[in-house]
């Protein structure tokens, strides 16, 4: 490769040899902190500006939120439908799922994070083994 050096040298300056090398600019991989993880935080609901810090920590994206809305169910409806709508509404923005618990408990997840829900092909199989079975007892 000496001929292409040489070539090189004649039909490059300094300056334009420099230039090749200060084109690129170093970016330092960015390294998430390691110690950082899911948060499986609670929260109650008494009043509708209770959900501030609930919203906070589902844009953040790496708490689990289990929310109480008993007080805020027994005080006030309209005021928990409100509620229960804003949550709902920064859940699905940020990719994140949300289910209820019993009558009192929603629980409200990240993007990487689903909750799990019985799906509805159990129903249906169990009707197809009684169906073999009726099939079964009239031969």
């Known amino acids: 490769?000496?001929?292409?050096?040489?070539?090189?040298?004649?039909?490059?300056?300094?300056?334009?040899?420099?230039?090749?090398?200060?084109?690129?600019?170093?970016l330092e991989a960015e390294v998430k902190d390691k110690s950082s993880k899911v948060?499986?935080?609670?929260?109650?609901?008494t009043q509708y500006d209770d959900i501030k810090d609930i919203l906070?920590?589902?844009?953040?994206?790496?708490?689990?939120?289990?929310?109480?809305?008993?007080p805020l169910k027994d005080k006030d409806l309209?005021?928990?439908?409100?509620?229960?709508?804003?949550i709902k509404k920064t859940v699905e923005a940020n990719g994140?799922?949300?289910?209820?618990?019993?009558e009192n408990f929603l629980l409200a997840t990240p993007s990487f994070a689903k909750v799990w829900r019985r799906s509805e092909v159990q129903p249906q199989q169990s009707q197809t083994q009684e169906?073999?079975?009726?099939?079964?007892?009239e031969l």
């Open 131 to 137: 169906q073999e079975k009726e099939d079964i007892e």
């Open 56 to 70: 906070q920590a589902i844009r953040e994206g790496t708490t689990i939120s289990v929310v109480d809305i008993g």
């Open 39 to 45: 948060l499986v935080r609670p929260f109650t609901l």
């Open 96 to 102: 994140g799922d949300i289910a209820a618990f019993g």
């Open 1 to 26: 490769m000496p001929l292409l050096d040489g070539l090189k040298k004649i039909f490059t300056t300094k300056e334009a040899n420099a230039e090749l090398h200060e084109d690129y600019v170093e």
């Open 78 to 86: 309209s005021e928990l439908k409100r509620a229960v709508d804003k």
